[in-house]
């Protein structure tokens, strides 16, 4: 028995020395462990430590997705997911005709589409807000779409708080009569609330042309529509402020 | 009643045996216990200690198999992007696997056919931005196991699996699919591979009546990463069946060690088997009657819970 322990010993000590002997392994982190890690901390609520910690991986390695792991713990920390969120582009509201006659029609119109996009609370947006600035340091396709998720949701919410005595209200065919109307209500606060919610729409329509330049025709209408509604705070403001 | 002690050293070199799914399907107790000679291909060196010869056939798959020529499609880079995001979008957590073996068994070798196998792990982490990882791939694989006696105490055994992979392994914010068709690149590494396999069986008939050591090493030609598998087994005869358990241990580099307690009792037709530690318990029912076995298995990982069931013929 003794000459067989021996034996067995050998033969283990064989097998030992042979799996040390095979050094080539790497060392290195792939991606998704070092994210995994950041991730975790998000999950367990420890946010500032996870924005800490992707901007660190940032810094010593600065891709797409490091600077997107980064932005999204202040999403997580507002309580707000972009899973399907990128339906929501195809959802919105492409009029055909855009004029000074029928805005205001389609600005009440536009509340609809919107209800679809999650609401932020005020407090909250300020983490989109940061984000969204963070998401600027590059220019890629996939962080622009980034951006343009967050300004659908930053637009979803600043329209929302808008004026609902103007989605109350009853417009006529004419234009001058309405804006007339406008005169009554707060119009110098619905006037900041327009300019609130088109900057968005405006970056949002940007970064789509970027992030999809073949269906930037699919945006137009859209554009056009925040570029109309932010005129019409310059004839709110001449005809109401002359 | 009868007892023995085992001491089990099982050495396994590379992760890339994500292949040998009858492993995942037990826990590791397929390494640790040495019953039947169909489980214990998992040690070559015990073919010799069975003179049975058979012929045998299994198909052992998890819960899971609705999605599987979908899954099939985006390993061999043939998904487009939708189809990727619809798979892995609903699911947090997705495990799939599947394999078919035939083979022989001699009385000190055996050749087994793998013609298809296919396994699936994916995950989708942070909410608020999805992030998917997925690790797949696609396998076939002919096996050759040798067993050979250097005395009656000590016997030795060499397998070598030659495998033909195509895996696929990704890691990606799921939005960015949306960007273009070539923003998340899924084409397969595909590869061959040839794994040795060399162990070592010894049964000092003097110790404890018939006590058991044995260790194995599997070494990949195409990666070094290394599990190292030690354990001690005991086994005890009763009037009913007879019970293997036994406490093991894998070392693996950056992965904390974590042992493992596994139980394997025979009684009539059925086998049961646990094996349990910190990150990874797995469960097992298996009846094997007149050449024909059956069998269930649960593994509860930190992420998964994944259902096995095997069917197998011998003749």
Excluded at chain 2, 82 to 107: A, K, M, P
């Amino acid at each position: 028995m003794r000459q067989g322990i021996g034996l067995f010993l050998l033969i283990l000590m064989t097998l030992v020395s042979t799996s040390c002997s095979d050094g080539k392994s790497s060392s290195r982190a792939s991606e998704a462990d070092v994210f995994n890690d950041g991730f975790e901390l998000v999950e367990q609520g420890q946010y500032e430590n996870a924005i800490l910690y992707f901007q660190n991986v940032y810094q010593k390695n600065p891709t797409d997705n490091a600077l997107k792991a980064w932005a999204s713990v202040y999403l997580s920390r507002a309580q707000v997911k972009i899973s399907s969120l990128y339906l929501a582009f195809e959802a919105l509201p492409k009029p055909g005709k855009v004029n000074q006659e029928n805005i205001l029609s389609l600005i009440k119109s536009y509340q609809q589409a919107l209800e679809k996009i999650p609401y932020v609370q005020v407090t909250a947006r300020q983490d989109l807000e940061i984000a969204s600035a963070i998401l600027k340091s590059r220019n890629s396709s996939s962080v622009r779409l980034f951006r343009a998720a967050l300004n659908l949701v930053l637009l979803r919410s600043a329209f929302s708080d808008g004026n609902s005595r103007l989605m109350d209200a009853h417009f006529k065919l004419d234009f001058d009569e309405n804006l007339q109307l406008i005169c009554k209500l707060d119009w110098k606060k619905l006037r900041v609330w327009i300019l609130e919610w088109t900057r968005f729409g405006l970056e949002m329509k940007q970064d789509l042309n970027f992030a999809f330049p073949l269906k930037s025709k699919s945006w137009e209408s859209s554009g056009k529509f925040f570029t109309e509604s932010r005129s019409l705070t310059t004839s709110i403001s001449r005809v109401c402020n002359p | 009643m009868k007892s023995s002690i085992l001491l089990i050293l099982i050495l396994l070199i590379n992760q890339a045996f994500a292949f040998d799914i009858r492993r995942q399907a037990m826990g590791d107790t397929c390494y640790f216990i040495r019953q039947k000679k169909s489980m214990s291909l998992c040690q070559p060196a015990n073919i010799v200690r069975d003179d049975k010869q058979f012929f045998f056939g299994h198909f052992l798959f998890s819960e899971d198999m609705s999605q599987s020529e979908n899954w099939r499609k985006v390993v061999e880079g043939k998904a487009t992007s939708r189809e990727v995001i619809s798979l892995i979008e609903d699911d947090r957590e997705n495990y799939l696997s599947n394999e078919t073996e035939f083979g022989f068994v001699g009385q000190s070798w055996a050749i087994r056919f793998k013609p298809y196998e296919l396994w699936v792990e994916s995950r989708i982490q942070n909410p608020a931005y999805p992030y998917a990882q997925i690790d797949s791939g696609i396998a076939q694989v002919i096996a050759l196991d040798f067993g050979h006696y250097l005395s009656h105490e000590i016997a030795i055994g060499l397998t070598v699996e030659s495998a033909r992979l195509e895996t696929l392994k990704k890691s990606f914010f799921i939005p960015d699919l949306l960007v273009d068709e070539d923003s998340v690149e899924f084409k397969p590494d595909k590869k061959n591979q040839i794994v040795a396999s060399p162990g070592i069986s010894f049964e000092p008939i003097d110790a404890w009546g018939a006590a058991r050591y044995s260790a194995l090493l599997k070494q990949s030609y195409v990666s070094s990463t290394g599990i190292l598998y030690t354990g001690v087994s005991f086994e005890n005869e009763f009037v009913v069946g007879r019970l293997e358990w036994g406490l093991g241990t894998k070392f693996q580099k950056s992965v904390a060690t974590k042992p493992q307690v596994f139980t394997h009792y025979q009684i009539g037709i059925t086998t049961l088997t646990t094996s349990l530690s910190a990150d990874e318990q797995s469960y097992g029912a298996f009846l094997e009657l007149k050449g024909f076995e059956s069998g269930l298995s649960y593994i509860m990982t930190n992420d998964q819970r994944v259902l096995f069931f095997q069917l197998g013929l011998s003749l």
